[in-house]
């Protein structure tokens, strides 16, 4: 059973800094993670992922500020957030795949909140 627990999530005033992080329930070789965000009234989005090799994918509205980045050894993915705006306000949700792609959608964590605000 894979689980997805993620955690870092919390309020931020705008031009702040936040890093989420993502905690594998067991030691699965993951090919692909990544993570997504839903802000209220708006569809899931792809954020950022990373996949075998260290190859990423970043969402046009993220690239600069945001950064992918995992710890095989400690089964962990994490996302570097700076120059927070408002807009970056949404439920943030961890994903897996063992497969190789750059949308890794197979298993999800429940989410953490981030918002950003003065």
């Known amino acids: 059973q894979v689980q997805l627990v993620e955690s870092g999530g919390g309020l931020v005033q705008p031009g702040g800094s936040l890093r989420l992080a993502c905690a594998a329930s067991?030691?699965?070789?993951?090919?692909?993670m990544g993570w997504y965000r839903q802000a209220p009234g708006k569809e899931r989005e792809l954020v950022a992922a990373i996949i075998s090799g260290g190859r990423t994918n970043y969402a046009d509205s993220v690239k600069g500020r945001f950064t992918i980045s995992r710890d095989n050894a400690k089964n962990t993915l994490y996302l570097q957030m700076n120059s927070l705006k408002p807009e970056d306000t949404a439920v943030y949700y961890c994903?897996?795949?063992?497969?190789?792609?750059?949308?890794?959608?197979?298993?999800w964590g429940q989410g953490t909140q981030v918002t950003v605000s003065s």
């Open positions: 994903t897996c795949s063992f497969s190789i792609t750059l949308k890794p959608a197979d298993y």
């Open positions: 067991r030691s699965f070789s993951f090919n692909s």
